[in-house]
C-alpha cells in the first residue's frame, strides 16, 4: 500500500480545510494514528482505538499538566489514567486508580491526620514510588512511562507530552490553585477566572512526541477537557504550528454533549470563562488545527455550523462511551471518518 508520506511541516504553510486526497484507508495495516488525550474520558477512546490499531500504529501523547509533588512523590495522573485504561486495570467506577484496590496505606495515613484528600490505593502507590525513585536517578518521565508500561503488558506507545516540568494553574475566586488542588481537593467548585500553565514556556515536546506527530496518517483530539488536558499539549512550543501544517486528517471528537461535559468540569469551566457550552465552542477553539469534527447525535442540529460555518467535516454519531463496545464503535466510526476521501 502506497502510504502516503508525512508532508514535510513548513511552518506558515495555510494548510487546506478539505481532506487530502492521499488519505489512507482504516482498513490499511499501514494507517499510523497518533492521538491527543488527557484523563479518564480521553483514555476510554485510546482503549477502543487500542482494540483496533496494531502497537506500531497507535501513539498516544499525554497531557501531563495535571502532574503534581504529592506526600514527597511525583504524581502523574493522566499517564496513569491511560496506563491503567489500556492495561485493564483502571477502576472502572471512577477512571483513574486501580481496579479492587486496598486503601490501607490511606488509613494509617488517616490516623496520622495526614493529607486524605487525594486518595492512594496500595496498588497505585506502587507507581508512584517507582516513578518517583526512578525521576530521582534522573531518568526522564518518556523513559519512565516506557518503562512502566511495558511492565504492564501495554504496548500501544503512551508518551508524556514533554519531560519538562509543566503545571495547570487555576486562578480562581478563591485564589490561584494546583490543578489537583482545584480538581480534587475542592472538587471543581472554585469559580475560574484564568487558566495557566506553569513552565511551558521553557517546556519543548520531547523529540518522540514530534516524531509521532510527524509520522502519524491521522491525528485524533480525543473527548479529553479542552483547557486543562489538551490545551497544555498545544500550548507546547511549535506544536501547534505543527498541526496547522499538517496535510493528513486531523479530528477532534467532541467532550460536549447536549451542553453537558461527560465527566468533570469542562461545561462549568466553558461558563465560569464566558463561553456558550456547546460542542461549537470546542470546534471553533481548535479549528485551524482541524480537518474534522465529531458530534454526539443529540447535537445534530449544529452539524451545519461545525460544516460551514468552520468548514469542518463533520461526523454524527453517539458519542456517549458506555460500554466497551461503545468505546470500540465510536474508535472505529472515528477511523472511517479519518479515512474517507
Ligand atoms: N480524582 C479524584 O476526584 N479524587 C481522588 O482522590 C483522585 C486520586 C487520584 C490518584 C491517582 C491518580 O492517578 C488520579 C487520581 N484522581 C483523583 C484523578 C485525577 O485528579 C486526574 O487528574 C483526573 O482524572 C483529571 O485528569
Redesign the pocket.
Known amino acids: 500500500m502506497n502510504e502516503p508520506t508525512s508532508p514535510s511541516l513548513i511552518p506558515g504553510q495555510t494548510p487546506s480545510q478539505t481532506l487530502p486526497a492521499n488519505k489512507p484507508s482504516v482498513g490499511d495495516s499501514g494507517v499510523k494514528v497518533t492521538a491527543l488525550l488527557?484523563?479518564?474520558g480521553g483514555a476510554k477512546l485510546a482503549w477502543g482505538l487500542a482494540q483496533l490499531l496494531p502497537p506500531q500504529h497507535l501513539t498516544l501523547i499525554v497531557n501531563t499538566a495535571?502532574d503534581f509533588e504529592h506526600l514527597g512523590l511525583h504524581?502523574s495522573?493522566?499517564l496513569?489514567?491511560v496506563m491503567y485504561t489500556l492495561a485493564n486495570l483502571a477502576n472502572p467506577q471512577t477512571?483513574?486508580?486501580i481496579r479492587d484496590e486496598s486503601w490501607n496505606m490511606m488509613a494509617m495515613l488517616g490516623r496520622y491526620a495526614g493529607p486524605t484528600w487525594?486518595?492512594?490505593g496500595d496498588g497505585?502507590l506502587a507507581t508512584h514510588l517507582l516513578r518517583s525513585s526512578w525521576l530521582h536517578e534522573g531518568f526522564p518521565l518518556t523513559w519512565i512511562t516506557r518503562e512502566l508500561c511495558k511492565l504492564l503488558g501495554v504496548r500501544h506507545t503512551v508518551l508524556p507530552m514533554t519531560d519538562a516540568p509543566v503545571r495547570t494553574v487555576v486562578d480562581t475566586d478563591e485564589g490561584s490553585l494546583s490543578?489537583?488542588e482545584y480538581?480534587?481537593r475542592h472538587q471543581w467548585q472554585p469559580i475560574v477566572r484564568s487558566i495557566h500553565f506553569k513552565g511551558i514556556e521553557s517546556a519543548q515536546p520531547t523529540q518522540e512526541v514530534v516524531a509521532s506527530l510527524r509520522a502519524a496518517d491521522v491525528i485524533l483530539f480525543c473527548p479529553s477537557n479542552p483547557f486543562v488536558?489538551l490545551d497544555p499539549i498545544l500550548a507546547l512550543p511549535a506544536i501547534r504550528r505543527m498541526l496547522a501544517a499538517s496535510r493528513v486528517p486531523r479530528v477532534a471528537v467532541s467532550p460536549i454533549v447536549a451542553g453537558q461535559a461527560i465527566k468533570?468540569p469542562t461545561a462549568k469551566i466553558m461558563r465560569e470563562l464566558g463561553l456558550e457550552i456547546s460542542p461549537v465552542t470546542v470546534a471553533q477553539r481548535y479549528r485551524d488545527l482541524l480537518t474534522g469534527f465529531v458530534l454526539d447525535r443529540q447535537d445534530e442540529a449544529m452539524r451545519a455550523t461545525v460544516a460551514t460555518e468552520l468548514g469542518l467535516h463533520p461526523l454524527v454519531t453517539d458519542t456517549v462511551m458506555q460500554s466497551d463496545a461503545a468505546r470500540i464503535q465510536l474508535a472505529r466510526q472515528v477511523l472511517e471518518f479519518a479515512a474517507q476521501p
Open positions: 488527557g484523563g479518564v495535571d504524581i495522573p493522566d496513569d489514567t477512571g483513574w486508580g487525594f486518595r492512594l497505585d490543578f489537583q480538581f480534587v488536558s468533570g
